[in-house]
């Protein structure tokens, strides 16, 4: 049984390394246009829905970052801090001199916006691979039909429901579909932000699903002696 999982596994990585050796330029631009939508995607909502933004900028206080990572603070602290601390945020001006909204992305939300980056571009490349090896034909072919499922389903879900750190929006995590409504009571709020967060673990695991299929696909069987 160990032995078959571990054949699996390699048999999967042999195939997204493939796919992705085949095709880098693909693999970069992909990885590349999902990571802009989903930094891009809710402040560009926003304007649209709510008003135009007012201010962006990059935390001044990262310049300051290498310094405390080398100083006497304890580790856990460090590694606390790291797992909060804003990267830039977006911010609309209200008619009242508070914000009307706010975007901010943090360390997590890099960190999500990578691994959706470097899942998707892997899934695109994979598809492509398959494709030209004659392994699937569209989205009804029978050996790309879970994978190209599994994969449309998670693209759909992560554009729609992605968790963002938001101001001015009643609560501090909303999907982006939540954005543009005003007024929602903090119960219906409170139900948006964990339904975000449980759909975007949600879309990681859809994703890993997807490309690690496609992969054990199309990667090339080592025929045992």
Known sequence: MVTRVVGAAATTWRGIAAAVRARPRAFVLIAAAVFALNALLPPLVLAVARAPWTYFTFNPWLKRLPAFLLSDAPLQKKLDFLSRVAIFWVTADGPYGAPEWGFAVDSMDLARFLALSVLFAAYGVLW?????????????????????????????????????????????????????FTGLSSGTL??????????????????????????WQVGPRRCAR
Do not use: E
């Open 190 to 215: 409170a139900a948006l932000s964990a339904s975000s967060r449980i759909a975007a673990a949600a879309v990681l695991v859809l994703g890993a699903a997807a490309v690690a299929y496609l992969g």
């Open 128 to 180: 492509l691979h398959a494709r030209a090896q004659g392994r699937v034909s569209g989205w009804r072919a029978t050996t790309g039909r879970r994978g190209g499922v599994v994969g449309a389903f998670a693209g759909i879900l992560g554009l729609s429901t992605g968790p963002c750190s938001v101001v001015g929006c009643g609560a501090p995590v909303l999907p982006v579909v939540g954005l543009v």
